[in-house]
């Protein structure tokens, strides 16, 4: 457009150079050469004007020219303070969220075919990233004292008094007692175990003469038949003295875990002990790197679980947000509420932002970008100063022609 534009002015420099020497001809070239005169007047007073206003015409330092590099400072911050007042306003901000209504765009976006897939995914492909940039020995060091810490702060004394209270409680101290009496009756009744039995009292009693181990194994059917009886009878009878006997004690050891000292101090000794040992060390500190497998199985795939089970989640929040219409009008207000109080409280940045923008440009720069941003309708202003510039050159010579004052 640019040549164009330099084009049409030595088109009319022509024209008025052939309509002034062939003037005396017809007086209809006084017309044209009018035309011409006015027309070149017009496209260099534009081109001037427009000039101007990036850089000095012809290098010559003009008064009021040049007119953007050398406002450059006060253009970004005229520029700043204009967007901030008619733009970045809460005003405005808040109506076009309304008018948007993002709870009803979310659902939708939400609840289209491929959505909640995409997102469970993406979010699983995330989470995978996130546990690969993570620093394994950090974290399992701080994972296995926290845990190391919070189990070293059990009450154990306690929580065994009441595992114990509740045992005794749903009676499974007898059902584990008749369970143990239903096995010896069994054994004691297999005449098969009879010399396993005859050479465990031998060894017990630690009988070496020749004839005390005889009479041992011959009164040790008699035994073994008196133990049965004794087994037999403590199974079958509830009101046994023994197995009374048993109840009492099973209850005072209960009541030595509450209120024995020297119980809870060796209870609590060997929760510190085991606590403290290499195996169970090695234990804790494996926690991470089991918890990390077990979650790289679960997202490291092409079709990853975690994905598959967030699908529906998604799914059911856009299902919710489309029907529920009091929780889209709370999330609506709640993004309205929360931009308008964003923008009171940074929309100063906004202009500053631009100010500084511009001021890392140079005079040049801000120049010639501007001037591109522009574009051809610099060069239609030329274009247009021409011809209107001949126009009312030939109007004036009309009516001069007309008045007789030429």
Not at 88 to 98: D, G, N, S
Not at 206 to 225: D, H, M, Q, R
Request: proline share 3%; hydrophobic share 45%.
């Amino acid at each position: 457009m640019q040549r164009i534009s330099f084009g049409l002015l030595l088109v009319m420099a022509v024209m008025y150079a052939i309509a002034v020497s062939y003037r005396h001809i017809h007086p209809a070239i006084g017309y044209l050469a009018a035309f011409s005169e006015a027309a070149m007047v017009g496209a260099v007073a534009d081109w001037f004007a427009v000039v101007a206003l990036f850089r000095h015409p012809l290098s010559i330092p003009i008064w009021h020219t040049a007119i953007i590099p050398n406002s450059k400072e006060d253009i970004g911050r005229n520029l700043g303070e204009f967007v901030e007042t008619h733009f970045i306003t809460e005003e405005a901000i808040t109506r076009r969220i309304r008018s948007a209504n993002p709870a009803d765009l979310l659902s939708t976006w939400l609840l289209a075919p491929k959505t909640a897939t995409n997102l469970g995914h993406a979010a699983a492909h995330a989470l995978n990233k996130v546990l690969d940039s993570l620093d394994d020995a950090k974290i399992k060091r701080q994972l296995g004292e926290v845990v190391g810490r919070q189990l070293s702060q059990l009450n154990m004394p306690e929580m065994a008094a009441n595992v114990v209270d509740l045992f005794v409680a749903e009676k499974k101290h007898e059902e584990m007692l008749d369970g143990i009496l239903e096995w010896a009756v069994g054994y004691l009744a297999d005449t098969a175990n009879q010399p396993k039995i005859s050479e465990f009292l031998i060894h017990a009693i630690g009988a070496e003469n020749i004839i005390f181990k005889t009479a041992i194994t011959k009164v040790s059917p008699s035994l073994i038949k008196a133990l049965w009886q004794s087994a037999k009878d403590i199974r079958t009878n509830p009101h046994h003295a023994l197995r009374n006997k048993y109840g009492v004690m099973i209850q005072e050891f209960v009541q030595q875990l509450k209120a024995d000292p020297d119980w809870q101090n060796t209870i609590t000794q060997y929760q510190q002990d085991t606590l403290n040992s290499e195996q169970v060390k090695n234990l804790l500190n494996g926690i991470w790197d089991l918890l990390k497998d077990r979650l790289n199985m679960a997202l490291d795939r092409h079709d990853p679980v975690m994905g598959g089970q967030l699908t529906p989640l998604i799914r059911q929040i856009g299902h919710t947000l489309a029907t529920d219409a009091q929780l889209s009008a709370w999330l609506n207000e709640a993004i309205e509420s929360g931009s308008a109080s964003m923008i009171h409280q940074y929309r100063g940045e906004v202009g500053c932002f631009i100010e500084d923008q511009l001021k890392q440009w140079t005079k040049d720069e801000m120049s010639n970008r501007i001037e591109l941003a522009i574009g051809s309708d610099l060069q239609f202003i030329r274009i247009n100063g021409t011809v209107v510039g001949g126009l009312v050159g030939l109007v004036i010579y009309a009516i001069t022609q007309l008045t007789g004052k030429v």
